[in-house]
């Protein structure tokens, strides 16, 4: 019977693991590192930059033209 007993209580245990596991899983889901924020960041940057002086040559290239 003492057995029954541990078995149960380690079932408990493991489904309490669990649950914190899968709530940390969906915390992490939601955040992103300040590294991966600050590169998407800085990489949005710098297209923007080039598409601006792309179009600045553009127009340069047609009214000379």
Do not use: A, C, Y
């Amino acid at each position: 019977m003492n057995s029954n007993q541990d078995l149960k209580q380690v079932h408990e245990r493991l489904d309490q693991i669990e649950q914190k596991l899968d709530h940390l899983e969906g915390s992490q889901q939601n955040k992103r590192s300040p590294g991966v924020s600050f590169l998407s960041g800085f990489g949005i940057t710098i297209v923007v930059i080039f598409v601006l002086l792309l179009i600045l040559g553009v127009i340069q290239f047609v009214s000379n033209g």
